[in-house]
């Protein structure tokens, strides 16, 4: 019994200095590169955001105050980042190239189609008559950047943006409004 007992005295005594050993080895490891602007950011972010009034940094740290003191480097080393990477294109802009954006701006049944195929000819008619099928039929089977591909991505010459969007999906109606 008094063994057991000796063993978790022991066994707490070990689990409890564990921790500052361990500490003390990373804490330096923290902020031992900072230059003089990321250690006052660092301690302004401190100060205001956690409200931690630490003036030295190096000292043995709790376990709350390292995730913080972590963090807030972090933050500012990105908020110093010299030469941030931008996106080399805008996600509010659509993907699209410039040629599918050319199509026509109405449609008259009594148009004639663009080319000579006739599939594509008879899909471009009910694209241009509202058949959301055609549509999605004859953007698939034009070639890339033809004027059959531009009718069908503006499905059927209609200038509302969003209908590139409904290629590929049912229509309840079946229809174009």
Do not use: H
């Not at 978790?8 to 921790?19: D, M, Q």
């Not at 190239?97 to 189609?113: I, K, M, Q, R, Y």
């Amino acid at each position: 019994m008094n063994t057991r007992r000796m063993f978790a005295a022991v066994l707490l005594a070990a689990t409890s200095c564990s921790y500052s050993s361990d500490s003390e080895s990373r804490t330096p490891a923290l902020t031992n590169n900072l230059t003089e602007q990321e250690q006052l950011c660092v301690e302004e972010r401190l100060a205001s955001g956690w409200e931690l009034n630490l003036s030295n940094l190096q000292t043995d740290l709790s376990p709350e105050q390292e995730i913080a003191v972590d963090m807030a480097v972090e933050l500012c080393r990105l908020d110093t980042a010299t030469n941030p990477t931008l996106p080399s294109f805008r996600n509010d802009q659509p993907q699209v190239s410039d040629e599918l954006l050319e199509a026509p701006v109405t449609f008259d049944s009594g148009d004639n189609p663009p080319g000579t195929d006739s599939l594509l000819d008879d899909y471009w008619l009910q694209c241009g008559l509202g058949e959301a099928k055609a549509c999605d039929e004859l953007f698939y089977l034009a070639a890339p950047g033809s004027a059959y591909e531009q009718f069908a991505f503006s499905c059927g010459g209609r200038r509302n943006m969003d209908c590139a969007l409904l290629l590929g999906i049912e229509q309840p109606e079946g229809d174009l409004n």
